[in-house]
């Protein structure tokens, strides 16, 4: 147990609707990154915030969005949903703001089936 | 942009034998950090080892160690004393403000 923890563990929903996928990251890490994982595009980071901040954007469409709560917990905003965007969403967490130089733990996923 | 090339998408060893996984990756930046992740079934991701580009001795945990040569952009993890828990999807991953990931190796560990 990473102590990372993403709700919902699955999600089974709609095209063209809309989800929001939760993390909570581990007691005292500040940064909070997600992450996709599909089967065609691999591992890709999608974008990370620290202490409440975006800090850094990957290849995060323009239907997505995110944001980090005063009490740290993080949610991604799926809008508009396509088939294509069915993949596990894994959000991690570490405790500063520079990847390399701090662990990221990942939580268990949060499974999206796009119907 | 970075690249990371895992040039073997699948292998497989017999159990307690030693196996070793391939990375490389692209880079113009000079200090960074590489990871290999480890994904079973569960589709958990675990860290395995790190390694920090400004030292050059190479990285160990227990059963797992890294070789890394840093001119020819190369960072492989070799696992001795291989166990079948040790089946799962094995990711290499560059750092610097983000992961960037290869496209895994799947390793299957046979009795």
């Known amino acids: 147990d990473s102590g990372v923890t993403q709700t919902p563990k699955h999600l089974i929903t709609a095209t063209g609707q809309r989800v929001t996928l939760r993390c909570s990251p581990r007691s005292g890490d500040l940064s909070v990154y997600w992450y996709q994982q599909s089967l065609d595009q691999g591992l890709q980071f999608l974008i990370q915030y620290y202490n409440g901040e975006e800090r850094a954007k990957g290849n995060i469409l323009e239907r997505f969005s995110a944001q980090q709560f005063p009490d740290l917990h993080s949610e991604l905003n799926l809008s508009s949903l396509e088939l294509g965007d069915s993949a596990l969403y894994f959000c991690?967490?570490?405790?500063?703001?520079?990847?390399?130089?701090?662990?990221?733990?990942f939580g268990p996923g949060t499974r999206l089936t796009v119907l | 942009a970075q690249t990371v090339t895992q040039s073997q998408p699948e292998m497989s060893v017999q159990e307690a034998e030693t196996v070793t996984l391939s990375c490389t990756y692209d880079t113009s930046e000079n200090n960074y950090y590489l990871f290999w992740y480890k994904q079973p079934p569960s589709r958990q991701m675990i860290l395995v080892i790190r390694q920090e580009a400004y030292k050059q001795q190479n990285a160990t945990e227990n059963r797992f160690s890294v070789n890394f040569q840093k001119a020819a952009k190369s960072f492989s993890l070799k696992i001795s004393d291989s166990q079948l828990g040790d089946t799962a999807m094995y990711f290499c991953?560059?750092?610097?403000?983000?992961?960037?990931f290869g496209g895994g190796t799947r390793l299957m560990v046979k009795p």
């Open positions: 991690a967490s570490s405790v500063a703001g520079t990847s390399g130089m701090n662990e990221q733990f």
């Open positions: 991953a560059f750092a610097l403000l983000m992961l960037t």
